[in-house]
T-cell receptor, first 111, second 113 residues
Framework: SQQGEEDPQALSIQEGENATMNCSYK?????LQWYRQNSGRGLVHLIL?????REKHSGRLRVTLDTSKKSSSLLITASRAADTASYFC???????????FGKGTKLTVNP | DSGVTQTPKHLITATGQRVTLRCSPR?????VYWYQQSLDQGLQFLIQ???????AKGNILERFSAQQFPDLHSELNLSSLELGDSALYFC????????????FGPGTRLTVL
């Protein structure tokens, strides 16, 4: 079953613009992680935010978490063509050790 | 490079056959997770091992089995293969279990003809 659901499903922007992707989930979580996947390749871990954190930064990435709304957002600033990929949120459900992934947002950054 | 290795990268086989996918976790990681990624189902958790013992099971078919060996590498065995088993199979590892970042390998692309 899908826990995290990303929105939008697809996003196309120009280089230099910011990209925002949202993720909603259903149950209580220990943490929420964002991953990037280039076409047909492995998943690259971007950032982990714990349930007691509200915001986290890593380079051009900014992640927010609102546990009251069961939602998270990933902001990529000053996007580059190399950011073109699918982005997934994954939640570690309370008491569970597995990650439950959403279906992803396919980001295209046009040069 | 995540430090997680998977072999083979590609596998093409016929229906009814049996295959074994291999995963070596990052040095020091005790937990290994297996995921299946298909176009219709997305990324699905299959099974987790921690230090040689099964810890959690997800949507893993009875035709599939896995194990983790004393050197912590893991194998996923898929038998009586069907066309619908064609997918990318990922292995991930983490230091402990639960609340740690999972690092993914490059995956094995399985094609069942």
């Amino acid at each position: 079953s899908q826990q995290g659901e990303e929105d939008p499903q697809a996003l196309s922007i120009q280089e230099g613009e910011n990209a925002t992707m949202n993720c909603s989930y259903k149950t209580s979580i220990n943490n929420l992680q964002w991953y990037r996947q280039n076409s047909g390749r492995g998943l690259v871990h971007l950032i982990l935010i714990r349930s007691n954190e509200r915001e986290k930064h890593s380079g051009r990435l900014r992640v927010t978490l609102d546990t009251s709304k069961k939602s998270s957002s990933l902001l990529i600033t000053a996007s580059r063509a190399a950011d073109t990929a699918s982005y997934f949120c994954a939640t570690g459900e309370g008491g569970s050790e597995k990650l439950v992934f959403g279906k992803g947002t396919k980001l295209t950054v046009n040069p | 490079d995540s430090g997680v290795t998977q072999t083979p990268k590609h596998l093409i086989t016929a229906t009814g056959q049996r295959v074994t996918l291999r995963c070596s976790p990052r040095s020091g990681d005790l937990s290994v997770y297996w995921y299946q990624q298909s176009l219709d189902q997305g990324l699905q958790f299959l099974i987790q091992y921690y230090n040689g013992e099964e810890r959690a099971k997800g949507n893993i078919l009875e035709r599939f089995s896995a194990q983790q060996f004393p050197d912590l590498h893991s194998e996923l065995n898929l038998s009586s293969l069907e066309l619908g088993d064609s997918a990318l199979y990922f292995c991930a590892s983490s230091v402990r279990r639960g609340e740690d970042t999972q690092y993914f390998g490059p995956g094995t692309r399985l094609t069942v003809l």
